[in-house]
T-cell receptor, first 114, second 114 residues
Framework: DVKVTQSSRYLVKRTGEKVFLECVQDMDHENMFWYRQDPGLGLRLIYFSYDVKMKEKGDIPEGYSVSREKKERFSLILESASTNQTSMYLC?????????????FGDGTRLSIL | AQKITQTQPGMFVQEKEAVTLDCTYDTSDQSYGLFWYKQPSSGEMIFLIYQGSYDEQNATEGRYSLNFQKARKSANLVISASQLGDSAMYFCAMSGWDTDKLIFGTGTRLQVFP
């Protein structure tokens, strides 16, 4: 089975802090994704990556950056956390760009910015 | 642009009954994929079922089936013999054939009662 692991289930940070959310997958997937989920808005794509050291902006990249130094690890960075970034963050991975592949998700990180 | 619409914010069903969760989509792509995910209150996103736009037969996975009507651009999820553990949020999603980016609907909360 695919295993996508997010480093924290719950996280509380303060406004202005630099926040790192880590995601690791163990299935040698090429593609990795970061979403945020807010009530009534569904899931929105922040950033994604099709390869090591490669990144592409999703629909709401402002205020975020990402890092993919190794194939299995994809980090989301909040450069200067703000209260409107309080949300549920979900990481996902999928096998490759060939054809349509399901994405497999981690358990999510509930992030609160105070 | 692709869009997913789930018009049912909440649904109730009695245990052992079948239930249909609605999903309509909009896309100009000829090739695409449709997905359903389940999200229990614990937060993880669980992949349920997939339908490719060129698949002539409706997809089935155990108690889940996808009622795919291409001309109507609908991809409804049917859960047969509902169980209490089926209570969760359900999301419909789609992606184009040459991209793994998923577009999600806003979800339907299903509650199964005894």
């Amino acid at each position: 089975d695919v295993k996508v692991t997010q480093s924290s289930r719950y996280l509380v940070k303060r406004t202005g802090e630099k926040v790192f959310l880590e995601c690791v997958q163990d299935m040698d997937h090429e593609n990795m994704f970061w979403y945020r989920q807010d009530p009534g808005l569904g899931l929105r794509l922040i950033y994604f990556s099709y390869d090591v050291k490669m990144k592409e902006k999703g629909d709401i990249p402002e205020g975020y950056s990402v890092s993919r130094e190794k194939k299995e690890r994809f980090s989301l960075i909040l450069e200067s956390a703000s209260t409107n970034q309080t949300s549920m963050y979900l990481c996902a991975s999928s096998y490759s760009r060939q054809g349509v592949q399901p994405q497999h998700f981690g358990d999510g990180t509930r992030l609160s910015i105070l | 642009a692709q869009k997913i619409t789930q018009t049912q914010p909440g649904m109730f069903v009695q245990e052992k009954e079948a239930v249909t969760l609605d999903c309509t989509y909009d896309t100009s792509d000829q090739s695409y994929g449709l997905f359903w995910y389940k999200q229990p209150s614990s937060g993880e996103m669980i992949f349920l079922i997939y339908q490719g736009s060129y698949d002539e037969q409706n997809a089935t996975e155990g108690r889940y089936s996808l009622n795919f009507q291409k001309a109507r651009k609908s991809a409804n999820l049917v859960i047969s013999a509902s169980q209490l553990g089926d209570s969760a949020m359900y999301f419909c999603a789609m992606s184009g054939w040459d991209t793994d980016k998923l577009i999600f609907g806003t979800g339907t909360r299903l509650q199964v009662f005894p």
